[in-house]
């Protein structure tokens, strides 16, 4: 019984280190192969020639493809991974075009919002002063200038300049005359 349990022992240390030693060695040469840019099965020979003149024997070794991949397709291989990799790099630039141009489209889109909420908001600015001087073009002469006597006079020229020229004369005509002059100059 202890023969058997040392046979099986041994058994199991086979299966368990020799096996997969085999298979990592395998396919460590494998990889060193493809990283050496050779064939894998590729077979040196030695090929002797007699020289007859000199009568000389002379020995070059030569490598024999064993796996029908010869030299110029091995080129051709090398010339379209080349050519892929010319490919993957014009594409990370052209994605990063893209990247940019849509940013920039991101960014003209805010500058057009913020340009419409700006002309909204004049609009409405004007549509106003326009409600402000159609008040005063329904009050008489007098009484407008007894109330933009009080006003600033930028804002009484802003007005002003909303009514006809015949109403803004004889409001300018009912003024104080100081008023009057500096509200002619922003009138200008």
């Known amino acids: 019984m202890a023969k058997e349990n040392n046979k099986r022992g041994k058994q199991m ?8 030693a085999i298979f ?3 396919g460590g040469i494998v990889v060193m192969n493809y990283a050496m840019d050779r064939p894998l099965l590729s077979v040196p020979l030695l090929e002797v020639k007699n020289d007859e003149k000199t009568g000389e024997t002379k020995t070059s070794k030569t490598q024999v493809n064993v796996t029908g991949i010869d030299s110029e397709t091995t080129n051709r291989l090398k010339a379209a991974n080349s050519e892929i990799e010319k490919l993957r790099n014009e594409n990370v630039e052209l994605t990063n075009e893209v990247k940019a141009r849509q940013e920039e489209i991101t960014d003209l889109i805010r500058e057009r ?4 909420s700006e002309l909204e908001a004049a609009t409405k600015e004007d549509e106003t002063s326009s ?7 329904e009050m008489s002469a007098k009484q407008a200038a007894a109330i933009m006597g009080e006003l600033e006079s930028p804002q009484v020229a802003d007005l002003l300049k909303e009514l006809s020229p015949k109403q803004q004369a004889d409001i300018l005509g009912r003024m104080n005359a100081q008023q009057a002059a500096v509200v002619t100059q922003l009138l200008q």
């Open 131 to 137: 409600d402000v001087a159609s008040v005063y073009e």
């Open 113 to 116: 919002d913020r340009l419409t």
């Open 13 to 20: 240390i086979v299966a368990l280190v020799l096996i997969p």
């Open 24 to 26: 990592i060695l395998v």
